[in-house]
C-alpha cells in the first residue's frame, strides 16, 4: 500500500474504504508484520484479539474483520509515514518502540490499540517531519 498519508483523494480513500469492508487478508498482514516486527502479543493487544485467534486466522488463511482490517489500514498507512519521515523502517521502528516525552512518556506502540492513539502517533509524526519538536 503506497499512498500518501496526508493528502488522500476521494479514490484512495473509497479504495480503504472497501478494503476495509473486503477485510485484509492474514497473508498481508503477515507481510506487513515481517517488515515491521512487532510481538505477536502486541498484535494482539493492538487488535484486541486473543493469540489463539490470530494463529487461527493464519492457520485458516481467514481475513480480519472490518473492524480490524480498518485499524490494520490505518496502522500500515501510520507506518508508511513513519518511514517518510524517518527516511527508513529501522529508525522508525526504534522511535516508536522508544519512551516519547511528547507522548507523555509512553512509547507510541503503546498507543497503536486505538484510533485516538494512532492520530495522536500520526500528528506527532507531522510534527517532527515540519521540524517541530516537544
Given at each position: 500500500?503506497?499512498?500518501?498519508?496526508?493528502?488522500?483523494?476521494?479514490?484512495?480513500?473509497?479504495?480503504?474504504?472497501?478494503?476495509?469492508?473486503?477485510?485484509?487478508?492474514?497473508?498481508?498482514?503477515?507481510?506487513?508484520?515481517?517488515?515491521?516486527?512487532?510481538?505477536?502479543?502486541?498484535?494482539s493487544r493492538i487488535l484486541h484479539v486473543s493469540e489463539r485467534t490470530m494463529q487461527r486466522y493464519k492457520k485458516e488463511k481467514k481475513?480480519?474483520?472490518?473492524?480490524?482490517?480498518?485499524?490494520?489500514?490505518?496502522?500500515?498507512?501510520?507506518?508508511?509515514?513513519?518511514?517518510?519521515?524517518?527516511?527508513?523502517?529501522?529508525?522508525?521502528?526504534?522511535?516508536?518502540?522508544?519512551?516519547?516525552?511528547?507522548?507523555?512518556?509512553?512509547?507510541?506502540?503503546?498507543?497503536?490499540?486505538?484510533?485516538?492513539?494512532?492520530?495522536?502517533?500520526?500528528?506527532?509524526?507531522?510534527?517532527?517531519?515540519?521540524?517541530?519538536?516537544?
Amino acid at each position: 500500500m503506497n499512498i500518501n498519508y496526508q493528502s488522500l483523494d476521494n479514490n484512495e480513500i473509497f479504495k480503504l474504504i472497501e478494503a476495509t469492508r473486503d477485510g485484509v487478508k492474514y497473508n498481508t498482514f503477515d507481510d506487513f508484520s515481517e517488515k515491521f516486527p512487532l510481538s505477536y502479543s502486541d498484535w494482539s493487544r493492538i487488535l484486541h484479539v486473543s493469540e489463539r485467534t490470530m494463529q487461527r486466522y493464519k492457520k485458516e488463511k481467514k481475513k480480519f474483520d472490518s473492524l480490524h482490517s480498518e485499524k490494520l489500514l490505518m496502522i500500515m498507512l501510520l507506518f508508511q509515514k513513519g518511514i517518510e519521515v524517518f527516511g527508513n523502517s529501522s529508525k522508525f521502528i526504534t522511535w516508536i518502540d522508544s519512551k516519547n516525552i511528547a507522548l507523555g512518556g509512553i512509547k507510541p506502540k503503546n498507543l497503536l490499540d486505538n484510533t485516538f492513539g494512532i492520530n495522536m502517533i500520526k500528528d506527532e509524526l507531522i510534527k517532527i517531519e515540519h521540524g517541530i519538536l516537544a
